[in-house]
C-alpha cells in the first residue's frame, strides 16, 4: 500500500504532550535520533519523514507500552484536516467507513483497511502492515483505537462494540485497553479488528449533509490523486539517490532522469514538503543510523559510505540530523 514518506509534526506533537514535561531534557530525549530539534516545533507545518517519526513514538514507547492506545483516543476526526470534515458531512457511517477504505492514503495509515462481515456483526479490520516489525503492535493500537474514536465523533455517541482482534499476545496494559474498547477481547488473534452490529452501518450521521459532502468529496479526491502523484515521484528520488548515496546525482541529473525540468522537480517536492536535500539529508542519516546500530563499520568508514572524504564533515551532519554525535548516538 503507498502511504506518504513525508509527514506533518501532528503525533510527535501529541506524544510530546502526553509524555513531555518543561524540561527540555525530557524533550530532547524523546527527539533523540530523529533528527527533529525543539526549535522544529515553533513550526506545526514542517515536514519530517516517516522514519523519523517512527524513531520519535519507539522512543516514547520505551516509557510508555500502551502509547498506541493512549494517542488514538486522541486522534478526534478534525485531526484529519479536510478529509475529516468530508466523513462527518457523510450520510451514513457505513458511506463515511467506505470513504475511508476508498482514500486509505489521507488518513495516513500503514494498513489496508477492510469491513469483514460475519453474519450480523461487521468487523473494521486492519491488516497488510509492512513497515517496522518493532512497532507493528503500537502501530494496531494506534490504528484501531483512533479509528474507534472516529467512528464514536461520526456518531455523536458512543459506538457499541461486539468484540475486539489483535494478532499480539495479551500485554501487561489491559486497565487501557478497557478505556479504548469496551467490549471483550481476544489477543493472539488472526486477526486485527474491532467488531459492531451491521445494523449501524445504515445509521445517519447528525452532521449529513449532501451538497457540503458532494463539494468535499471532490476536493478529497483532487487531494488523494495529487498525494498519489508526489509520493510516486518522492519514492523513485529516493530510490535514485538511496542507490548512490557515496556520489549521488545532483537536483539537475535527478530531474534528467525523471524526465522533467529541475524547476519543474523543485515544485513538486517544494508542494510535497520536502526538496532534494531534505530528501539526501534523510535518506543518508537512515542509512548512517542503521550502520552506526550495527556496532560493525568504524565512523571514518561509514562517512565514506554516506559519501563524506572528511570524518569531521559526516560528523557535522549528523549532529545537525540528530542532534548528537555519532559516537553517542552508538553508544
Same mark, same amino acid.
Given at each position: 500500500?503507498?502511504?506518504?514518506?513525508?509527514?506533518?509534526?501532528?503525533?510527535?506533537?501529541?506524544?510530546?504532550?502526553?509524555?513531555?514535561?518543561?524540561?527540555?531534557?525530557?524533550?530532547?530525549?524523546?527527539?533523540?535520533?530523529?533528527?527533529?530539534?525543539?526549535?522544529?516545533?515553533?513550526?506545526?507545518?514542517?515536514?519530517?519523514?516517516?522514519?523519523?517519526?517512527?524513531?520519535?513514538?519507539?522512543?516514547?514507547?520505551?516509557?510508555?507500552?500502551?502509547?498506541?492506545?493512549?494517542?488514538?483516543?486522541?486522534?478526534?476526526?478534525?485531526?484529519?484536516?479536510?478529509?475529516?470534515?468530508?466523513?462527518?458531512?457523510?450520510?451514513?457511517?457505513?458511506?463515511?467507513?467506505?470513504?475511508?477504505?476508498?482514500?486509505?492514503?489521507?488518513?495516513?495509515?500503514?494498513?489496508?483497511?477492510?469491513?469483514?462481515?460475519?453474519?450480523? =456483526?461487521?468487523?473494521?479490520?486492519?491488516?497488510?502492515?509492512?513497515?517496522?516489525?518493532?512497532?507493528?503492535?503500537?502501530?494496531?493500537?494506534?490504528?484501531?483505537?483512533?479509528?474507534?474514536?472516529?467512528?464514536?465523533?461520526?456518531?455523536?455517541?458512543?459506538?457499541?462494540?461486539?468484540?475486539?482482534?489483535?494478532?499480539?499476545?495479551?500485554?501487561?496494559?489491559?486497565?487501557?485497553?478497557?478505556?479504548?474498547?469496551?467490549?471483550?477481547?481476544?489477543?493472539?488473534?488472526?486477526?486485527?479488528?474491532?467488531?459492531?452490529?451491521?445494523?449501524?452501518?445504515?445509521?445517519?450521521?447528525?452532521?449529513?449533509?449532501?451538497? =457540503?459532502?458532494?463539494?468535499?468529496?471532490?476536493?478529497?479526491?483532487?487531494?488523494?490523486?495529487?498525494?498519489?502523484?508526489?509520493?510516486?515521484?518522492? =519514492?523513485?528520488?529516493?530510490?535514485?539517490?538511496?542507490?548512490?548515496?557515496?556520489?549521488?546525482?545532483?537536483?539537475?541529473?535527478?530531474?534528467?532522469?525523471?524526465?522533467?525540468?529541475?524547476?519543474?522537480?523543485?515544485?513538486?517536492?517544494?508542494?510535497?514538503?520536502?526538496?532534494?536535500?531534505?530528501?539526501?539529508?534523510?535518506?543518508?542519516?537512515?542509512?548512517?543510523?542503521?550502520?552506526?546500530?550495527?556496532?560493525?563499520?568504524?565512523?571514518?568508514?561509514?562517512?565514506?559510505?554516506?559519501?563524506?572524504?572528511?570524518?569531521?564533515?559526516?560528523?557535522?551532519?549528523?549532529?545537525?540530523?540528530?542532534?548528537?554525535?555519532?559516537?553517542?548516538?552508538?553508544?
Amino acid at each position: 500500500m503507498l502511504h506518504t514518506q513525508l509527514t506533518t509534526l501532528h503525533s510527535v506533537a501529541l506524544i510530546l504532550q502526553l509524555l513531555g514535561s518543561d524540561s527540555d531534557d525530557c524533550t530532547q530525549s524523546l527527539l533523540a535520533g530523529s533528527g527533529i530539534r525543539l526549535a522544529d516545533l515553533q513550526h506545526p507545518s514542517m515536514r519530517i519523514t516517516t522514519a523519523q517519526e517512527m524513531r520519535v513514538c519507539a522512543n516514547a514507547r520505551a516509557r510508555c507500552q500502551a502509547l498506541g492506545l493512549l494517542l488514538g483516543r486522541r486522534m478526534h476526526v478534525s485531526s484529519y484536516g479536510l478529509f475529516g470534515y468530508t466523513l462527518l458531512s457523510s450520510a451514513t457511517l457505513g458511506d463515511a467507513l467506505q470513504l475511508a477504505l476508498e482514500y486509505p492514503a489521507l488518513l495516513g495509515t500503514y494498513f489496508q483497511l477492510s469491513l469483514q462481515h460475519e453474519g450480523d =456483526t461487521v468487523w473494521l479490520q486492519a491488516g497488510g502492515y509492512l513497515d517496522v516489525p518493532e512497532l507493528a503492535t503500537f502501530n494496531a493500537e494506534f490504528c484501531l483505537s483512533s479509528l474507534k474514536l472516529v467512528c464514536d465523533d461520526l456518531l455523536g455517541q458512543p459506538l457499541p462494540l461486539h468484540g475486539l482482534r489483535m494478532q499480539h499476545a495479551a500485554p501487561e496494559y489491559l486497565d487501557e485497553y478497557h478505556a479504548s474498547f469496551a467490549c471483550p477481547q481476544q489477543f493472539a488473534a488472526s486477526s486485527n479488528a474491532f467488531g459492531f452490529a451491521a445494523s449501524w452501518l445504515q445509521q445517519r450521521l447528525p452532521l449529513a449533509d449532501p451538497v =457540503t459532502h458532494s463539494e468535499m468529496r471532490e476536493r478529497c479526491s483532487q487531494l488523494n490523486s495529487e498525494f498519489v502523484q508526489r509520493q510516486a515521484l518522492i =519514492t523513485r528520488c529516493r530510490q535514485l539517490l538511496s542507490a548512490e548515496l557515496v556520489n549521488p546525482p545532483g537536483l539537475e541529473q535527478l530531474a534528467q532522469r525523471l524526465n522533467c525540468s529541475p524547476r519543474s522537480l523543485r515544485r513538486h517536492l517544494s508542494h510535497a514538503g520536502s526538496s532534494y536535500q531534505k530528501l539526501l539529508d534523510a535518506l543518508r542519516f537512515e542509512r548512517a543510523r542503521q550502520l552506526l546500530e550495527q556496532q560493525q563499520l568504524p565512523i571514518q568508514q561509514i562517512a565514506e559510505l554516506m559519501g563524506y572524504s572528511e570524518t569531521a564533515s559526516f560528523r557535522h551532519a549528523f549532529q545537525r540530523w540528530s542532534g548528537m554525535s555519532p559516537s553517542r548516538f552508538r553508544s
